[in-house]
């Protein structure tokens, strides 16, 4: 079965550090990988993905993910936090087309939630 | 401006009382989905639909359905809403590239329902 985990519900970083959310998943064949971010009272908004080629992938705000294979996971970085990066974070999976998948079905984490702190 | 629209954002209703929440996009995408948001859940797929007249159930469909006769349009329909069913709700949109390659959702604002 298809998965996604994030094994922390609370990230909490002062502001100038680095930070990681992590992400692992569960599916059969190469997966299509997402980040998304979700400000207080507002929609998803996609951070970044990785669907093949380069393993590190660079997306909004300065995030970045590296997609390792072998540990099958996809976690989220940045190397200088901000207050303003506090919100909730989602990683997302897509099972690729093939082995009898269903190519619409997208399984989600149950978030993180970053605090960024003066 | 590229955008889903939701409506209503915000709904009280009974139990039983038949509701439909409209979801709208206009960017002409083919493939759209609803979920719904849940404290400790994360987000789970309710039913999405890969084109007109496709569509197919998610992670917890039970209790809904939906319908695609327009391409731009998908709303999410409760025949006879239950308090379990309270609950924020996001409508999604999304392209295909290349062959089978399905990108990022571009996501609505959401829909607050409680149901009574």
């Known amino acids: 079965a298809q998965s996604v985990a994030q094994p922390e519900d609370q990230v909490n970083v002062a502001e100038g550090n680095p930070l990681t959310v992590k992400c692992t998943y569960s599916v059969s064949g190469n997966p299509y990988l997402f980040w998304y971010v979700q400000y207080p009272n507002r929609g998803l908004q996609f951070l970044l993905k990785?669907?093949?080629?380069?393993?590190l992938v660079k997306g909004s705000y300065g995030f970045e993910a590296e997609f390792n294979k072998s540990q099958t996971s996809f976690h989220l970085k940045k190397p200088s936090a901000l207050v303003s990066d506090s919100a909730l974070y989602f990683c997302a999976v897509r099972a690729p087309p093939d082995r009898g998948s269903t190519l619409g079905r997208l399984y989600f984490g149950r978030g993180t939630q970053l605090t960024v702190w003066p | 401006e590229a955008q889903v629209t939701q409506n209503p954002r915000y709904l009280i209703t009974v139990t039983g009382k038949k509701l439909t929440v409209t979801c709208s996009q206009n960017?002409?995408?083919?493939?759209m989905s609803w979920y719904r948001q849940d404290p400790g859940l994360g987000l789970r797929q309710i039913y999405y639909?890969?084109?007109?007249?496709?569509?197919d159930k998610g992670d917890v469909p039970e209790g809904y359905k939906v319908s695609r006769k327009e391409k731009r349009n998908f709303p999410l329909i409760l025949e006879s809403p239950s308090p379990n069913q309270t609950s924020l709700y996001f409508c999604?949109?999304?392209?295909?590239?290349?062959?089978?390659?399905?990108?990022?959702?571009?996501f609505g604002p959401g829909t607050r329902l409680t149901v009574l």
């Open positions: 639909s890969m084109n007109v007249e496709v569509t």
């Open positions: 990785y669907i093949t080629g380069d393993n």
């Open positions: 999604a949109s999304s392209f295909r590239t290349s062959g089978t390659v399905y990108n990022e959702q571009f």
């Open positions: 960017m002409n995408h083919e493939y």
